[in-house]
Each structure stands twice: as C-alpha cells, then as structure tokens.
C-alpha cells in the first residue's frame, strides 16, 4: 500500500463518517434520544481522528502524485488549502464533542444543547469537507478540472 492509497482510505473516513454522524445528530434530536445523542458525540469524537489521519498521510502522498505527469504542486495546493481548513473545522467539532461528554456526565441537561451545536457546526463543517474532496478528486481526475464537458462535433 503506498502513501496515496493509505491517504485515500483515511481520507474518505471522515468525508462520509460526518455525513453520517449529522443524520445521526438529527435523528437524535428529533427523537429526543440521550443514548442517541451521547453517540453522536462519540461519532464526532472518532471523526477528529480520523480527519488528523488524513492530514499525517497527506504530505507523503502529495510528493508521490507529483511524480506523475502533468500533477504539479499547483494542482495539490488547493486541495492543502481547503484541508487545512476541513481539519481546523473537524477538529473543533470533535473537541466541542469531547467537552460535551465530560460536561454532561454530571450536567445532563446540557446534553441537548451540545448536540444541537454541533449539528449546526457540523453543516458548516461540511461545507469544507465537500471542498476538500472536490479538489482532491481534481489531482488525479482531469475531468473535475477541466470542468464543463464540452462536446466535439
């Protein structure tokens, strides 16, 4: 396994794992679920590291994509970009999620209050991660980059 397939793995944990965790934060809301909302919280917990995964891989796996033709540093440097801002933005959502479990151990009522934050957070939060993967895609798929297809006659 080479650092751009390792990356690739850790890579799609935390892009498809925040969907899953804000569904998972809606439903537990919506059914006022605490054992629902505790684990949503463990969910965001595991997604921050998951996300600092993806990030440790990303450099190794950048320097072997260059060595193909046409992937340049200019091709790799948005997708640095909207990653830094993915795992800033993940990152605080899981330690906002880990003050939640220590907090509403003893304070429960807090407990709605902390998922119902990270909901939103989270939206917000994927925003970045669909830029992240967008531009990841763009390195090796020239068909992203390219953008509009554009029909030869």
């Known amino acids: ?3 751009a397939h390792l990356h690739l793995v850790f890579t799609h944990l935390p892009i498809v794992g925040l969907g899953f965790a804000i569904i998972l ?3 537990a809301l919506f059914r006022k679920s605490e054992e629902l909302q505790k684990l949503t919280l463990w969910c965001y917990l595991l997604l921050g ?3 600092l995964l993806a990030y440790m891989t990303g450099d ?3 320097k072997l994509m260059q060595t193909y033709p046409g992937i340049t540093e200019d091709v790799i440097e948005p997708h640095e970009n909207a990653a830094m801002f993915f795992l800033i933005g993940l990152l605080a959502t899981s330690a906002l999620s880990m003050v939640g479990l220590y907090m509403t151990k003893t304070r429960k009522e ?3 209050k902390f998922t119902l934050s990270l909901l939103i957070g989270a939206i917000l939060v994927s925003v970045l991660a669909v830029m992240t993967g967008s531009t990841g ?3 090796r798929h020239t068909e992203i980059r390219q953008g509009e ?3 030869v006659n």
């Open 1 to 3: 396994m080479n650092p």
């Open 25 to 27: 934060n809606g439903i």
């Open 49 to 51: 590291i998951f996300v």
């Open 60 to 62: 190794d796996a950048g």
């Open 110 to 112: 807090l407990l709605k």
């Open 137 to 139: 895609g763009s390195i």
């Open 149 to 151: 297809y554009k029909k």
